[in-house]
């Protein structure tokens, strides 16, 4: 294995705005590898909302429209991240690093070295890694992996035995393991319907497939263009999302109301895919990429027993289940586009743009 060099290729981001706030320079030290700590030789990272999110301010309170990818100016610099709180520059983004391992700190078992791994990206308490409030973000409270070499905890590494691509498998950390959350808190099993809204992205597409693994039957919403792609990973339905009345249209597709509904996109729709589910039916959330302020008619949920979930922080066994159906072939992740890392400014924009199915990827190669 090549000697560590002191400097390193990296995405900065220099603070709060658009992608002009992103510089790529190639003098910036490879991160020190402290206790319990392994150093990863990054091979790819995908690209995902939270980056953006994170540097435009969209997480701020004071910030009320649609995710963008240019930077919010009402955006206040006390709670522009995603737990609300401050954020420090410069800082390498990047939640979803995949490579492998080339050094490790003290406490950690040498044989690790030379393994490929994938990262949980969240940080957590190492004394209560089960509490929710005491979490950071790779990427975020810590650099993550726009960069050729990033530092994580040992426990947040999974190696594996994956014959998928590195370029592959860096679409998988936070999209999916996102889907996976939401399907796990609201219990989706089969013989159960579900409707996913934004289904073309990572997390929708992510969505489908852990759904279809469930034996569940799957209502995709996205652009009608991208209806074949959709069904050629298992939804059993594509409803266009630019039709009119787009939940009443799921529902006709479904032949009845839902007994799920996972939702990354907020906005307008949010009260009518409420009235779309079964007694006793449940929504999860993990995003608003229209819009987070909606109007919820309180009769709705409680006339109708709703269960209302968020999913953002999940427990480790979240990561190690998406991990096990990797290595087993269950799930196949779906890549969009790759760009190298000069180019992290236009592979944000482009998601941001929203015309892609899967995932856009960062290589560092």
Known sequence: MSAIPDTMRAALLLGRGGPEMLVVR????????????????????GVNNTDINTRVGWYSRSVTGATSGAGFTEARTDDATWGSDGLTFPRIQGADPSGRVVAVGPGVAADLVGRRVLVDPWLRDRADPQDRSRVGYLGSERDGGFAEYCAVPVRNVHSHDSVLSDIELASVPCSWSTAEHMLQRVGLSEIQTIAVTGASGGVGSALIQLAKL???????????????????????????????DVPAAAVTAAGGRFDVIADVVGGGDF????????????????????????????????????????????GPNVFADLVGYLERGQIQPLVHATFPLERIADAQAAFAEKRHVGALVVTLG
């Open 214 to 244: 469930r034996g569940a039957t799957v209502v995709a919403i996205a652009g009608a263009a991208k209806a074949d792609r959709l069904r050629a990973i298992g939804a059993d339905a594509v409803v266009a999302r630019d039709g009119s």
């Open 271 to 314: 009260g009518d895919w409420l009235e779309v589910l079964r007694r006793g039916g449940r929504y999860v959330t993990s995003g608003a990429i229209a819009g987070p302020i909606v109007e919820l008619d309180l009769r709705t949920l409680y006339l109708n027993d709703l269960e209302l979930y968020g999913a953002t922080v999940f």
């Open 26 to 45: 190639d003098d910036v030290p490879v991160p020190t590898v402290g206790p319990g700590e392994v150093l990863i030789r990054v091979a790819a990272c």
